[in-house]
């Protein structure tokens, strides 16, 4: 029995009569730091949250913590904690502003390759927690095509790529889906990607990013991204991260903030959501796992 069953076996077991919600897991990559990646992922929470969803999302940017820093809050623990020092997933949610969890990634999956059956089996339990206690988990990834990212992706049902007017921008996303399309695991057809332009002048400006990313991923990939929508640059965006407060609750009337709650009545109202198949967190993490040990 190969690793994967092994895995998926492990989520059997610890699966009630009574089958548990499955969270919808969307991860926030683009192609280079510097982008507004995790401020996407912070302020789509905040939004969701005002939505009525529970939301949780997990720092995997290792090294950096931009999710703690832009709250203003230290966590006590971490997901090392949880795979390394047996602490219950409960005890590394740190609670921030908004009432949106987060959980900061550490940098203990490195070594997950490395653990016991039994304390994979462990691991598993825990995670599938998340899904009981949040609608949706927002995976807020490093930037680049680095292994550690190209994983997070490979195991993701949506994806989305956040870019900005500028070439080099442009150049990195372009990169970054050709990286994930040449990934041995990745399924284009079960992957939804989608772009959010960042920091435009106006709305058009969006569409004519996407455009362009659009024509060649098309033309030399063959790969289906679609657009999401834009962000405007709002200096009421870059003085909410000096005082580390997300836009969407320092300043709701902001045009970034705005442009926040739309996407997010986009991804929860959209067409499209009603596609989305929900894996939760359990199966994004034994896919994780399953790979860094076959």
Same mark, same amino acid.
């Given at each position: ?8 076996? !492990? ?124 609608? !949706? ?23 989305l790529l956040i870019t900005t007017p500028e070439p ?30 960042n920091r435009v002048e106006d709305p058009q400006d ?89």
């Amino acid at each position: 029995m190969d690793q994967a069953q092994q895995l998926r076996n !492990i989520i059997k077991m610890n699966q009630p009569a009574q089958q548990r919600p499955l969270a919808r897991v969307i991860t926030v990559t683009s192609g280079k730091g510097g982008v507004g990646k995790s401020n996407t992922a912070i302020n789509l929470a905040i939004q969701f949250t005002k939505l009525g969803q529970r939301v949780i999302i997990l720092d995997a940017d290792f090294g950096l913590a931009n999710i703690e820093i832009m709250f203003g809050t230290v966590p006590k623990y971490n997901l090392s904690d949880l795979i390394y020092q047996g602490k219950d997933i409960t005890e590394i949610i740190t609670w921030g502003p908004g009432n949106v969890g987060f959980i900061s990634g550490g940098s203990g999956i490195a070594g997950m390759s490395n653990l016991s059956r039994e304390y994979l089996a462990y691991i598993i339990q825990n995670l599938v927690k998340l899904d009981s206690l949040a609608d !949706i988990i927002i995976i807020d990834t490093g930037a680049g095509i680095s292994d550690a990212v190209l994983e997070f992706l490979v195991a993701s049902g949506e994806i989305l790529l956040i870019t900005t007017p500028e070439p080099t921008s442009i150049t990195d996303s372009y990169s970054l889906v050709k990286a994930l399309n040449r990934h041995s695991r990745f399924l284009r057809d079960m992957t939804q990607i989608r772009i959010v332009a960042n920091r435009v002048e106006d709305p058009q400006d969006g569409r004519n990013l996407y455009t362009k990313l659009n024509t060649v991923v098309a033309r030399y990939l063959k790969v289906p991204i679609s657009y999401l929508g834009a962000v405007p640059q709002d200096p009421k965006l870059a003085a909410a991260v000096m005082q580390q407060s997300p836009v969407s609750l320092a300043d709701p009337n902001a045009r970034s903030a705005r442009a926040y709650e739309q996407i997010a009545r986009v991804l929860m109202y959209g067409e499209q959501e009603s596609q989305v198949k929900k894996r939760g967190m359990a199966a994004f993490f034994s896919h994780i796992i399953a790979n860094k040990r076959s």
